[in-house]
């Protein structure tokens, strides 16, 4: 009889791990970042390498990306709107910063005049879903036109810094910036765990083709992956171009 329990308990406990496994399991499948080989290692204060590909060149070309401020509130909601069951609203102001790790040779800096860019037009700053991929810096993200995380972002224009100049002999200059930031404002419920915000590279180096790829991401109907900062079947790739965090 004691036999005949502990292979019952035995068999019970088995069960209980496989499925275990399997749920862990069925959850990392449906994680798109991560699936796709996103890189979760933008931080605060700390300088992480990223790459993208510029015109003119087929291979990448390394950067510097660093969250240089970041400050979190949370506010509870109005005292008429109030209930057990309705979450805090959450504000986080962050500052990235993108940096050159030298100074732009005289013949990539010909082919940035050439193309009508500066390098920071090779580089995105994404606010995503951390499980879809979707989106959150737009009002439609689904086919019916509503963000239904209730994820607000507003961001600013890159600003630059370190001003340099190049010159050629036949009187041609090029002006660009050695490093620039942009500072981005995220409203979401505190319920909400997925909020992420990424530095991502292209693996195309014709502007007008990206633009056009990423479109769909842009306005809110595709996701991360059906861009050109995830390298599909490529997760070597997609883990140089882009680097996110995760806010909760």
Known sequence: MRRIYKKVVALILTALIIFNLSSVQSQAVFNDLSRRGVSFNLSKGNWTVFYTKLPGS????KLYAKVTKFRRS?????TG???STTPSTVTVVLTVQVQLPKLLSKTTAKKLLNAGHD???????I???KRSGENLNTSETSEEGMNYHNVNVTESEWKGFKPQKLSWSNGVTYQYYVSYAKTVIIKFPSNYTKTCVGVCGTHINNYDKMIDWNEGFTQGYTVLSDTTHVKANDKKMTKKLCHVMNIK
């Open 58 to 61: 087929n291979k990448l070309v």
């Open 74 to 78: 949370e506010f509870p909601v109005s």
């Open 81 to 83: 709107m109030r209930s």
């Open 119 to 125: 390098y920071i037009d090779y580089v995105d700053l």
């Open 127 to 129: 606010v995503v879903d």
